[in-house]
């Protein structure tokens, strides 16, 4: 059995957007560094992700030095954000969970409404150290997360991707598989351990920053979406439904919360403590 490695990095400025896949990382308390401090929201302040908008899949989001952004999609012209300057925030909603954010402005609200088609606002979270907690029955007191859906950051294995396609394979859509780790969008993904050993793990360290593993990442309809295309199948949910269903949630990957600062380093290794 090989030893358990770190097998690539992934960070998105804007959620469900794409991003980038770097060498190294920056481990900030409520996530990587640059990862999801941007979202868009609808007219009533919720978030508009893939769930809602399919065709974000074809958008990216480069970070900028100082942490702008750089936007690009289909049939529109690339457009460059800066951090907005201190001013009034207004409510963003993820879920049930409202955050205070700064508007970007409005240039970058006129590119977003063009491209989905709806009124959309961009928004950037000014002060991620405070403005949202992560959920209190997994998190230690003062703990918060970015524009993530809930979690500072979220792994996933390869072992266990090559099982679950295994399993579609077998199943009723076997030509929608095998389908890559994009699906997932999470923000690591390891290699070296067999296919669900995730699912046992509390505490990890990758490199040189330990993680607490908070729980099971209940997966949604944006993993049936093709993150080249914007179309959407029946796979994965319909093998998880069969083969990974805890309670009425259906699992892929675990979600981390990390327990200090430091850099991860595609290659490092995964240590697992308990």
Known sequence: ????????????????????SPVT???????????RRWMIIDAAGKAVTQRQQPRLALASAEELPGGGVRLSA?????????????????PAQIFLTKVEAVPAGAAADEWCTAYLGEDVRLVHLDDPAHRRPIDPDYA?????VNFADGYPLLLTSVSSLDALNSLVARGDHPEEGPLPMDRFRPTVVVEGTDPWDEDRWSRIAIGEVTFRVAKPCARCVVTTTDQLTGHRGKEPLRTLARHRLVGKKMIFGQNLVPEHPGTLRAGDPVEILR
């Open 1 to 20: 059995m090989p030893t358990p490695a770190l097998r690539s990095l992934h960070v998105r400025p804007v959620k469900s957007l794409r991003g980038a």
């Open 25 to 35: 990382a920056a481990v900030e308390p409520w996530g990587l560094a640059g990862d």
């Open 74 to 90: 289909p049939g529109r012209e690339p457009l460059t954000v800066a951090v907005p300057e201190p001013s009034a925030t207004v």
């Open 140 to 144: 230690l007191p003062g703990e918060t």
